[in-house]
Structure formats: structure tokens, C-alpha cells
């Protein structure tokens, strides 16, 4: 969560048409202003305060940082999280988007290694019921990656046929 409103800039020729397009009243080169967190442009250096939007961050305020480095790492859900917290909440699902990216599902294994018959057989017996990740996630058979090198030793749950 952002915790600045405002911040301290300078005139700078860099800047000066943005501000003066947020109707800001130019002085002179070098002059500090405040400037709105709204106004500030996505690539932003000034430094804002923020806090970590996890309700269990074992250390919420943090140190300040620069709006660049805060908008880049909102999430999908429009909050931020501070480095640990999004390890904790988000590396299970980043690892699995990668595998996926990089390597090929169950899903695909299946229909490229068995007969047609039997990967059907297979993905019909496919249990989503009981597969669903910690974050409460249904998993298919497309969601899971097939790892032949034994590293990816997670189980997954079939239905007797």
C-alpha cells in the first residue's frame, strides 16, 4: 500500500511539460514543488513510503523506495507485497508457470505419449476434487507440469477407474 500522498520534486527540462500538463505553475529550473503520488509518471525516481499489503508481514513498513520500483511490482490483485511476502505467497505459483513455459503439461505428456485411448482414459480418471494447490486453486491436468528428470516429485490424485 503506498503511504506517501505527496512528494518533493524538482524542475528539471526533463519534466517540465508533464507537470505544466498537470497544471502544475512553473517557477524556474531546480525549483522544488509537490507533487501529487497520482501525477508522478509509471518511471518515476522519487522516493515514496509504502507498507506491505500482507496482513501476516512480520515487518510491514519499509523502507522507502522509488515509485518505479513500487509500480512494477503490484500484483494482479492491486497490491503490493514486500520481497518475503511475495516469496511466500507467490513462488509455488511462479515456479509452476515457469515449468509449464519451459517444459510441457501432463495433459500434453499424456496425448504424446500414450495412445489417444489411454491419455483419454488417463485425463478422464484425473481427480479435481482433490487436486488443488495451497493457494485454493482447481488443478488440471494442463496446469501441472510432467518433469521426466524426477525433480518435480509432487503427487497428483486419480480416481479409480
Excluded at 517557477?27 to 522516493?47: H, M, Q, R, Y
Excluded at 515514496?48 to 496482513?55: G, L
Excluded at 485411448?117 to 485454493?136: P, S
Aim: proline share 3%; net charge positive; glycine share 6%.
Amino acid at each position: 500500500m503506498l503511504i506517501s500522498k505527496t512528494v518533493m520534486m524538482k524542475w528539471h527540462p526533463r519534466n517540465k511539460k508533464w507537470y505544466e500538463g498537470k497544471e502544475y505553475p512553473f517557477t524556474k529550473i531546480g525549483d522544488e514543488f509537490e507533487v501529487k503520488i497520482e501525477d508522478l509518471t509509471d518511471g518515476s525516481s522519487a522516493e515514496v513510503n509504502v507498507k506491505c499489503d500482507c496482513e501476516d508481514c512480520k515487518n510491514p513498513y519499509l523502507s522507502p523506495m522509488t515509485y518505479n520500483n513500487y509500480n512494477k511490482n503490484i500484483k494482479n490483485d492491486g497490491k503490493y507485497y514486500c520481497r518475503n511476502c511475495t516469496i511466500k505467497l507467490f513462488s509455488g505459483e511462479i515456479v509452476r508457470i515457469s515449468r509449464l513455459k519451459n517444459g510441457k503439461s501432463f495433459y500434453d505428456w499424456c496425448y504424446e505419449n500414450l495412445s489417444k485411448d489411454e491419455a483419454d482414459k488417463m485425463i478422464l480418471r484425473w481427480d479435481y476434487d482433490k487436486n488443488i494447490n495451497k493457494y485454493g486453486k482447481i488443478l488440471s491436468p494442463q496446469d501441472v507440469s510432467y518433469n521426466s528428470t524426477g525433480i518435480n516429485k509432487k503427487g497428483y490424485w486419480f480416481r479409480l477407474s
